[in-house]
Each structure stands twice: as C-alpha cells, then as structure tokens.
C-alpha cells in the first residue's frame, strides 16, 4: 500500500506530511518495506502476466 493517500488518525492530516510523530513514523515504517510494496494489486498482476508469457516465450523457443 502506499502512503500518499494515508490520513493520520492522530492529527488528521495526510501520513506524507510527517506532521506528528505517528505519522513520521509511520512514514518511516512504510519506506522500509520492500521495492514491490509500494505496487498496487493490479500493477503486480500485470508484472505477473508479463513474467509468465516471458517464461512461456523462453520455453517455447528452446522447445
């Protein structure tokens, strides 16, 4: 998920601000996971299908 469309419940305000310490921390927390985290579902579906025609591709030309 990514944060830029997060609210703070502590100061309601959007997490990107970094307002509170919540929401720094927060922030902190959400850019410390993975380089795919910030991908949505279906950005990662597509990255998915493009994998397997790739694989597909590669083992028909070998075949």
Known sequence: MTYDRLV????AA???????????ANRERL???GPLAG???AALLALL???V???A?????TA
């Open 8 to 11: 703070c419940a502590n100061c």
């Open 14 to 24: 959007p997490v990107t601000e970094g307002r509170c310490p919540v929401c720094r």
């Open 31 to 33: 850019q410390q996971d």
């Open 39 to 41: 991908l949505s579902p």
């Open 49 to 51: 299908v493009v994998l």
């Open 53 to 55: 025609a790739a694989v």
């Open 57 to 61: 591709l590669l083992a028909a030309q």
